[in-house]
C-alpha cells in the first residue's frame, strides 16, 4: 500500500506516524497543515489568506488548499507513493481527492478528547526545521531546544486552548463524517492511537504490509 490517507483528530500522531512510515517506506509525506504553515511564514498571498483561518482553529477554504496540495502531488517524489496528513478534512475535499488519485487505505487513528487535549498542551515544535516534540512524552534533549538544530521550541498558536476547542468541534461536525464515508468504501483501517508512538507505528506497518 503506497497510497495512504491518516484520517484523525488534531493531537491524535498523525504527523509524528507519517513522518515515520515516509521515511522507513520512502513515501512523500503530504501535510496540508505543514505546507500551508510553510505559506504563512513565507508570507505568500495564500500564506495570507490562510492565517486567520488557521489561528482560530477552522479549515482554510477548500480552494485554496486544494490549489497547494495539487502544486505538491505534481512534485516527482509524490509519484512513487505518499502519506496524506490532514487532508481530506470534509466531504467535499474527499471527493476532490477522487479527481486527483485514488488512495490505497485510510488510516483512522482512534483516541479519547481528553488525551488530545493533554498532547495538544504539552507540543512543541522548531520553527525552523519543523521537528514536533512533547514536553511530556518526546522531550528534547535540551529543555525548550531543537534536538536538530538548537533553535528554541515555540508553541504552535493553534495549540492554545481556544483553538484547540475549535478544532475539536471542527473535526468532530466536517471531518468525522469522513470516518462513514470511507467504511462504505471498505477503505477504511481503524488504529488505537493511545499507545506509545512505537506501539502505534507497528500497527501501521502491519496494515501497510497487510499482516494481521
Ligand atoms: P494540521 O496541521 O493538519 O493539524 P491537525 O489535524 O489539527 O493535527 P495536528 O498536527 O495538531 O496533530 P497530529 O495528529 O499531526 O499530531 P502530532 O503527531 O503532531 O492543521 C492545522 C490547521 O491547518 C487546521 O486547523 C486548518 O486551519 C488548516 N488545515 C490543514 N489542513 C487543512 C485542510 N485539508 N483543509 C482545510 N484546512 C486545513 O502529535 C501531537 C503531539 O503529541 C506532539 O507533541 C507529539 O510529540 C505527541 N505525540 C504523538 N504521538 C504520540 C503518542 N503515541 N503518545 C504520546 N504523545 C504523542
Ligand atoms: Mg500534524
Redesign the pocket.
Known amino acids: 500500500m503506497r497510497r495512504l490517507v491518516f484520517l ?1 483528530p ?8 507519517a513522518v515515520l512510515l515516509a521515511r522507513e517506506q520512502k513515501l512523500a509525506h503530504l ?4 505546507m ?1 504553515r510553510a505559506a504563512v511564514a513565507a508570507q505568500t498571498p495564500l500564506g495570507q489568506e490562510a492565517d486567520g ?2 489561528r482560530a ?4 477554504p ?1 480552494e485554496l ?1 486544494l490549489r497547494i496540495l495539487k502544486d505538491r502531488l505534481r512534485q516527482p517524489d509524490a509519484a512513487s507513493g505518499f502519506v496524506l ?5 470534509n466531504r467535499s ?1 474527499a471527493e476532490a481527492l477522487e479527481r486527483i488519485s485514488p488512495v490505497d487505505a485510510v488510516v483512522s ?1 482512534e483516541i479519547p478528547n481528553e488525551i488530545l487535549v493533554q ?2 498542551s ?2 512543541r515544535i522548531c520553527p525552523k526545521c519543523q521537528s ?3 514536553v511530556e ?2 522531550p528534547p534533549r535540551i529543555p525548550g531546544r531543537c534536538d536538530l538544530d538548537g533553535s528554541e521550541l515555540v508553541q504552535r498558536p ?1 495549540d492554545l486552548p481556544e483553538a484547540v476547542a475549535t ?1 475539536l468541534d471542527v473535526y468532530a461536525k466536517a471531518t468525522a463524517p469522513l470516518l462513514d464515508y470511507y467504511r462504505e468504501r471498505s477503505l477504511l483501517r481503524p488504529v488505537n ?1 493511545r ?3 512505537e506501539e ?1 507505528a507497528l500497527q501501521i506497518r502491519a496494515l501497510v504490509h497487510g499482516t494481521p
Open positions: 484523525g488534531p493531537g491524535a500522531g498523525k504527523g509524528t506516524q501535510s496540508t497543515g505543514d500551508l483561518y488557521i482553529g477552522r479549515l482554510v477548500d488548499v496528513d490532514g487532508f481530506p478534512r475535499q487513528f498532547r495538544l504539552a507540543r514536533v516534540y512533547n512524552s518526546r493553534d478544532r492511537a499507545g506509545t508512538p502505534v
